[in-house]
């Protein structure tokens, strides 16, 4: 076997060292409070049987996509997705990516130019951050959903460079560390003054938010005057794939320019189809009612936080994600290793996924999470931080 070179050894050795070495886990059968399918449609029958309907050889291939969507892969399946996205988004256009992460990629490496600025919180996500690092614009961070912060940053960046430069704000709806969110009116309201285009990744929202699950931007009826939503189809939705919602001629741009979707093979027909199906169902009775179940999870759940006295130890959060703070890799570890041995699927977030010190336990809530498994998990978790 080749040798394997030591700088790379000492790199892995330093986190072995740091209590933060990851390693592929195995699945278990635990109560689910770890994954992002908060409406269960990842297991959701109704949503398979419906896929097989939408594949046939009218619209798609049979396996696979056949290459890159300007080959051979845009099969009529896909811009039936992106008609049906432009209708429930509210949208003038949209672009389906293969994922969130080639979506946050491809934008942000393409969009912003050569003397652009872009203003980003300091907590956005990694792939828009592996975006940003492609892009030749130059970026600021600002503190963590301060629209102080945002405005210093502003006033500071724009101070040093041209005239002609685009502004770029970038933040998140829901965020998936934290779970809590910003004040968008504010940051919409930042962006008309002072002539920014905003761009907000609604991972965590779409499904959870908004008429049909379309999201928080919608919800507050922010959509006409935001630039640009990822959103993505591998969390609530139960499937796999991203799109960018914009006009029309920020889609043209991203067809020509965008190497994430320029270069890679196209989505298989069942991707497209699950996609299809899984809106079909969100727009459903049934769908309704299992963002109502979720949402009353999420009650439940900070009900119980408040009532055994853990309220101050979690973000606050109105979404499906809940963070409790347990800081050091091997406290946070430890905790969560316990409630798992007493069958919950509970996951630590280390450090340096987080900063150190922020260590926390995610609780990831969803539609089928009975109040039993929040009551159990809550006084299971409030005995191993307090001992009571």
């Known amino acids: 076997m080749a040798y394997f070179p030591k700088k790379l050894t000492v790199k892995l050795e330093k986190r072995h060292q740091e209590n933060a070495l990851r390693i592929l886990p195995s699945i278990a059968q635990l109560v689910d409070f770890s994954s992002n399918d908060y409406l269960g449609f990842a297991r959701e029958k109704a949503i398979s049987d419906t896929t097989f309907r939408y594949l046939s050889p009218s619209t798609a291939p049979c396996n696979g996509a056949t290459g890159s969507r300007l080959l051979s892969g845009n099969y009529g399946l896909y811009e039936e997705l992106e008609r049906k996205l432009v209708q429930v988004h509210a949208s003038e ?5 293969n994922s969130g992460y080639d979506a946050n990629l491809g934008f942000f490496a393409s969009v912003p130019q050569r003397g652009d600025i872009i203003l980003f919180d300091e907590l ?13 614009a130059k970026s600021f961070k600002f503190s963590h959903n301060n629209i102080d912060s945002l405005t210093k940053t502003f006033h500071r960046a724009c101070s040093k460079t041209v005239a002609d430069a685009v502004v770029y704000v970038v933040t998140e709806s829901v965020f998936s560390m934290d779970g809590d969110t910003p004040d968008l009116q504010a940051l919409v309201d930042f962006s008309n003054e002072n002539g920014c285009h905003l761009v907000v990744d609604e991972a965590h929202a779409v499904g959870v938010f908004g008429t049909n699950g379309a999201g928080l931007i919608q919800e507050l009826g922010l959509n006409e005057k935001v630039f640009a939503r990822i959103i993505t189809f591998g969390k ?11 006009s029309s001629k920020l889609k043209a741009y991203l067809v020509n320019f965008a190497r994430s979707l320029i270069y890679t093979t196209g989505l298989p027909p069942h991707s497209i189809a699950t996609i299809l199906a899984a809106y079909d169902y969100i727009c459903s009775d049934e769908g309704e009612e299992k963002r109502e179940n979720l949402h009353k999870t999420i009650e ?9 006295g853990l309220k101050a130890l979690f973000i606050s959060s109105n979404s499906a994600i809940h ?11 430890q905790v969560a290793l316990k409630l798992q041995e007493k069958g919950f699927g509970v996951k630590p977030i280390l450090s340096p996924t987080v ?3 922020a260590e926390r336990l995610r609780f990831c809530l969803h ?14 978790l409030s005995y191993l931080i307090s001992g009571s």
């Open 93 to 97: 256009a949209a672009l389906v990516f």
């Open 124 to 136: 956005i996500h990694a792939s828009i951050r592996d975006g940003i690092q492609m892009s030749n």
């Open 236 to 246: 609530a939705f139960g499937c796999h794939g991203a799109a960018v919602l914009g």
């Open 300 to 308: 439940k759940f900070k009900q119980e936080l408040s009532n055994l």
């Open 323 to 333: 963070c409790c703070i347990v800081p050091g890799n091997q406290q946070v570890k």
């Open 355 to 357: 900063r150190k010190g």
């Open 367 to 380: 539609a089928y999470n009975t109040d039993a498994e929040i009551s159990e998990v809550a006084s299971h």
